[in-house]
Antibody, heavy 127, light 107 residues
Framework: EVQLVESGGGLVQPGGSLKLSCEAS????????LHWVRQVSGKGLEWVGR??????????TYTASLKGRFTISRDDSKNTAYLQMNGLKTDDTAVYYC??????????????????WGTGTTVTVSS | DIQMTQSPSSLSASVGDRVTITCRAS??????LAWFQQKPGKAPKSLIY???NLQSGVPSKFSGSGSGTHFTLTINSLQPEDSATYYC?????????FGQGTKLEIK
């Protein structure tokens, strides 16, 4: 069964840090780009960023407002991607999802033909 | 950033009805357009990619069309399980962006 499982969410104080994990199984992790998307409770979806595969030098792209505070990385030997979040603000409170797409299709309209999503992990930033 | 605007924001329809949700992009996104379905407390589920291509396992009652800046999602023969929020999503230009969502209620 193909699946992604996020972990690492929890309660953190403003200004603190948290590192989320996204562990994959049932897919050729090395060939997939990993994206992070977040959702504030009761609100819409916000794309956070992505990391490409080793074939594309693990290139990362972020939404501008989060760049500098959030960093995406991956460890292919563990089939796991990470989202390091620093300088957390109350506005960062959300459910964080990871999703995977076949990297070879990146830049084409068929990029999303294979879409795998995790079930999400909740981050609460509060004092 | 490319703004994706969906209409309506919410709608109510009866079992057996057909509904259409519209998504407009502030700039052209060619055919780099996907639709997601999200039920309460669940992760988004990919329905359609590249405007009109159904994901594996998605019933043919769902269909998408459009190009450039104007897109539609049509759902035929509504059933209670279609009650959800639907999001359009462009993956043409970074940062990728989503519409604000359309909440569909089945009466």
């Amino acid at each position: 069964e193909v699946q992604l499982v996020e972990s690492g969410g929890g309660l953190v104080q403003p200004g603190g840090s948290l590192k989320l994990s996204c562990e994959a199984s049932g897919l050729n992790f090395n060939g997939f780009a990993l994206h992070w998307v977040r959702q504030v409770s009761g609100k819409g979806l916000e794309w956070v960023g992505r990391i490409r595969s080793t074939s594309h030098n693990y290139a990362t792209t972020y939404t501008a407002s989060l760049k500098g505070r959030f960093t995406i990385s991956r460890d292919d030997s563990k089939n796991t991607a990470y989202l390091q979040m620093n300088g957390l603000k109350t506005d960062d409170t959300a459910v964080y999802y990871c999703s995977a797409y076949e990297d070879e299709w990146s830049g084409t309209t068929y990029y999303y033909q294979t879409a795998v999503w995790g079930t999400g992990t909740t981050v609460t930033v509060s004092s | 950033d490319i703004q994706m605007t969906q209409s309506p924001s919410s709608l109510s329809a009866s079992v057996g009805d057909r509904v259409t949700i519209t998504c407009r992009a502030s700039q052209g996104v060619s055919t780099y357009l996907a639709w997601f379905q999200q039920k309460p407390g669940k992760a988004p589920k990919s329905l359609i990619y590249a405007v009109s291509n159904l994901q594996s396992g998605v019933p043919s009652k769902f269909s998408g069309s459009g190009s450039g800046t104007h897109f539609t999602l049509t759902i035929n023969s509504l059933q209670p399980e279609d009650s959800a929020t639907y999001y359009c999503h462009q993956y043409h230009t970074f940062p990728y962006t989503f519409g604000q969502g359309t909440k569909l209620e089945i009466k």
